[in-house]
C-alpha cells in the first residue's frame, strides 16, 4: 500500500493529489472565490479540492454585488442616498487579511438570532474585535455573553431599542467608544490570549 503524505490530498473533484497546508499560508488562501460560489463549494465537498478544480470557482469578470444579501441592501436604502454605506467584502477573506478589514472598524457588532445553533456558537469575531481595541455591541447569545461583561469591556443588545441606544451612545461619545475599547483590549490579553488560554488548558489536562 503506497503512504500519501499528510499535507498530500486526492482532490474529490477530478481524483488528482494534491499538496495542501491547511493553515493561513496555503496557495488557496490567494485565492479570490465570492461567497455565492463559496457556499457551492461547501455544499458540494466535504474536503480541499485541487488548484486546477478550485480554479474554476475563482473570481470571474463580473461579481459585483455577488455575495450581498439584498435584504441588507434594502435595510439601508434611505441611509444609501445620503452617503455612502460600505457592505464589506464580496469575496471571501483570506486569513491574512482578516485584521487589515478590521483594522479601521470603530465598533464591531455581532447581532446573532437567537436558536440552539447561536447558543453553540464561538465569540471569534467579538474576541478579534476587542483584541484590536475595538468597542464591541453583540447580541448574548453563545460564546459572546461569556467574554463580554455588559457595559465594561462590551454591550449586550437584547432588542432594537437596545441595539439603537448602545450604537448611538458610542458613536456619540468618542471617551466612551476609547474606554470601552481599552477594557476590551485588557480583557483579551487577560483572559483571551493564547499565553493565558494554553495555561487553562493545561490545567485542565492534568485535573484529568
Known sequence: MKLIPADTK????????????????????????NKKE?????????????????????????????????????????LSRLIE??????YWLPLGLFAE????FDILV???????????????????????GIPVVASPFG???QIIRHGANGFLATNEQEWYLYLKSLIEN????????????ETS???LSLSNSSKNLSLIIRSL
Open 101 to 104: 478589514q478590521m483594522f479601521d
Open 189 to 191: 490579553e487577560k483572559e
Open 10 to 33: 486526492i482532490c474529490p473533484s477530478c481524483g488528482k493529489t494534491f499538496t495542501c497546508t491547511g493553515d493561513a499560508d496555503c496557495w488557496c488562501e490567494s485565492v479570490r472565490i
Open 110 to 132: 455581532a447581532p446573532l438570532v437567537n436558536s440552539d445553533w447561536n447558543q453553540g456558537k464561538s465569540a471569534l469575531r467579538v474576541s478579534a474585535g476587542m483584541a484590536m
Open 85 to 90: 454605506v460600505d457592505f464589506g467584502s464580496d
Open 38 to 78: 463559496l457556499l457551492i463549494l461547501m455544499n458540494k465537498y466535504q474536503d480541499c479540492i485541487c488548484s486546477d478544480c478550485l480554479g474554476q470557482y475563482a473570481e470571474g469578470d463580473d461579481v459585483s454585488g455577488a455575495g450581498i444579501d439584498e435584504k441588507v441592501k434594502q435595510m439601508f436604502a434611505k
Open 174 to 185: 468618542d471617551d466612551l467608544r476609547q474606554e470601552i475599547g481599552k477594557r476590551a483590549r
Open 143 to 145: 460564546e459572546q455573553k
